[in-house]
């Protein structure tokens, strides 16, 4: 059983940053494809990025590229989620996933069993 605990959210004007971070216990992080995935009340949970087990890898959504970085520290078992020129749009619950997997990451919500708790984040215009 894996257990994910975020943690770095918090209200912020637009423009400004935010550093989130996951710690995973439970299973070997380096056999663990992880990801971050946000939702706002009404929608459903909306791909932000994901990174495969080496970190050699990431994929991100559109309305992100180009602003967030997603990267891992293996020894430290943890997930980190650099967002900067943040909008009010960004504004959301965002949740730490991960997933059994050493091959090809994938970016679909339903290919993650385990999830943490989500940390809200807040963009005020």
């Known amino acids: 059983q894996v257990h994910l605990v975020e943690s770095g959210g918090g209200l912020v004007q637009a423009g400004a940053s935010l550093r989130l971070s996951c710690t995973a216990s439970?299973?070997?992080?380096?056999?663990?494809?992880m990801g971050w995935f946000r939702q706002v009340p009404g929608k459903e949970r909306e791909f932000v990025a994901v990174?495969?087990?080496?970190?050699?890898?990431?994929y991100y959504s559109d309305s992100v590229k180009g602003r967030f970085a997603i990267s891992r520290d293996n020894a430290k078992n943890t997930l980190f989620l650099r967002m900067n020129s943040l909008k009010p749009e960004d504004t959301a619950v965002y949740y730490c996933?991960?997933?059994?997997?050493?091959?090809?990451?994938?970016?679909?919500?339903?290919?993650?069993?385990?999830w943490g708790q989500g940390t809200q984040v807040t963009v005020s215009s």
């Open positions: 996933a991960a997933e059994p997997n050493i091959g090809m990451v994938l970016v679909s919500a339903g290919a993650y069993p385990y």
């Open positions: 990174i495969n087990w080496s970190g050699g890898t990431a």
């Open positions: 439970g299973l070997t992080f380096t056999n663990l494809a």
